[in-house]
C-alpha cells in the first residue's frame, strides 16, 4: 500500500494556459475525491467518482474544470485557461466504500499539486 | 450557516501535556460522520480518527480521542501526552447521511513547546 500518489507536486503556469493533475488513488480503493483548499481555509469538495463514475460535482466545479477517472484507476482534474483565482491546493483522496470490513468513509489524503497562476 | 465550526485559530500546549481542539457542527441528518485530520506543513492531509452518529463510545486511536457530545452537537479532539510531531493544523470534517464528499471547518493550528 503505497498511499494516494499525486503529480506534480507543485506547478506555476501563466493565466489563461490550460493545466492537468494526476491523482493516483490507493490500489483497492473505488471511491476518488478532488478537493481545493486556499490558504487559511479547510479543504473544500469539488467532485468524486465511484470507479469510473462521476457522481456529484459540487458548484465550485466551473465548466473550466474537468475531472475523469477512465479505467476506474487514476483520474485527471483538467483547468482549462487558467485565472489567478485558481490558485490553490488541489486535494486527492480515495476511500473503499461499500465493502465488508470498512465503514468507506475514512478517506485517505495526497499530498496535493499546488497551482500558483501568475 | 457553517456546517462545521471550530473556534480555536491557535493553540499551544506544553510536551507532554493533554490538549483538547473544539469543533461543533450542524446537520439536521439523523445519519452522519465526524473525523479529525492533521495538516503538517508539508500539506499532506493525515486522518486520525473517524466518530458515526449512532456509535455510542468515543472512538480513540492511540493518543487521539474523540470527544462526542450528541446533544451538543460537538465532536472536540483530545490529544493526550504532546509530542513536538504534533505540532500542524488539525481539520475537523463531517459527511452528512451516505453523502461522502467532506465538509471542513477551517482548522486549529496547534504549536507543541518544549
Known amino acids: 500500500d503505497t498511499g494516494v500518489s499525486q503529480n506534480p507536486r507543485h506547478k506555476i503556469t501563466k493565466r489563461g494556459q490550460n493545466v492537468t493533475f494526476r491523482c493516483d488513488p490507493i490500489s483497492e480503493h473505488n471511491r476518488l475525491y478532488w478537493y481545493r483548499q486556499t490558504l487559511g481555509q479547510g479543504p473544500e469538495f469539488l467532485t468524486y467518482f465511484q470507479n469510473e463514475a462521476q457522481l456529484e460535482k459540487s458548484r465550485l466545479l466551473s465548466d473550466r474544470f474537468s475531472a475523469e477517472r477512465p479505467k476506474g484507476s487514476f483520474s485527471t482534474l483538467e483547468i482549462q485557461r487558467t485565472e489567478q483565482g485558481d490558485s490553490a491546493m488541489y486535494l486527492c483522496a480515495s476511500s473503499l466504500f461499500g465493502l465488508p470490513g470498512s465503514s468507506g468513509y475514512e478517506q485517505y489524503f495526497g499530498p496535493g499539486t499546488r497551482l500558483t497562476v501568475t | 450557516a457553517q456546517k462545521i465550526t471550530q473556534t480555536q485559530p491557535g493553540m499551544f500546549v506544553q510536551e507532554k501535556e493533554a490538549v483538547t481542539l473544539d469543533c461543533t457542527y450542524d446537520?439536521?441528518?439523523?445519519?452522519?460522520?465526524l473525523f479529525w485530520y492533521k495538516q503538517p506543513s508539508s500539506g499532506e492531509m493525515i486522518f486520525l480518527i473517524y466518530?458515526?452518529?449512532?456509535?455510542?463510545q468515543n472512538a480513540t486511536e492511540g493518543r487521539y480521542s474523540l470527544n462526542f457530545q450528541k446533544a451538543r452537537k460537538s465532536a472536540n479532539l483530545v490529544i493526550s501526552a504532546s509530542q513536538l510531531g504534533d505540532s500542524a493544523m488539525y481539520f475537523c470534517a463531517m459527511r452528512e447521511g451516505r453523502v461522502t464528499p467532506l465538509v471542513f471547518g477551517k482548522g486549529t493550528r496547534l504549536s507543541v513547546i518544549a
Open positions: 446537520t439536521s441528518d439523523q445519519s452522519y460522520g
Open positions: 466518530q458515526g452518529s449512532y456509535d455510542e
